[in-house]
């Protein structure tokens, strides 16, 4: 599985970003997906996760009630939708899949894509 991140950029604190996430393969509906982000300095952190069929997700503390994860399988594409976006919130985002259920730590996941960079302006 290949992994493609993209829509990051610069937002004023409160504002919104939709990033998102291209993959390759046939069975991408096998695959849980997971967002992560590293700030400067710091471990990679858990952001949200989606299940393959798409009915269930996951997500930080940090970020519950303002991000929204979704994907299409039809098309390949995984979105988290971020909102009320903090100046906490900056860093790059890196998507990662998989196979099976969903988890929250990096470790678990097998493929990455390149992050992209999210920086929100207070």
């Known amino acids: 599985v290949q992994l493609q991140a993209s829509g990051g950029g610069l937002v004023q604190a409160g504002g919104s970003l939709r990033l998102s996430c291209a993959a390759s393969?046939?069975?991408?509906?096998?695959?849980?997906m997971g967002w992560f982000c590293q700030a400067p300095g710091k471990e990679r952190e858990f952001v949200a996760t989606i299940s393959g069929s798409g009915l269930s997700a996951d997500y930080s503390e940090s970020v519950k009630g303002r991000f929204t994860i979704s994907r299409d399988n039809a098309e390949n594409m995984v979105y988290p939708q971020m909102n009320s976006l903090k100046p906490d919130d900056a860093a790059v985002y890196y998507c990662?899949?998989?196979?099976?259920?969903?988890?929250?730590?990096?470790?678990?996941?097998?493929?990455w894509g390149r992050g992209t960079q999210v920086t929100v302006s207070s």
């Open positions: 393969g046939r069975t991408f509906s096998s695959y849980a």
């Open positions: 990662a899949a998989r196979r099976g259920s969903r988890r929250f730590g990096p470790n678990d996941y097998d493929y």
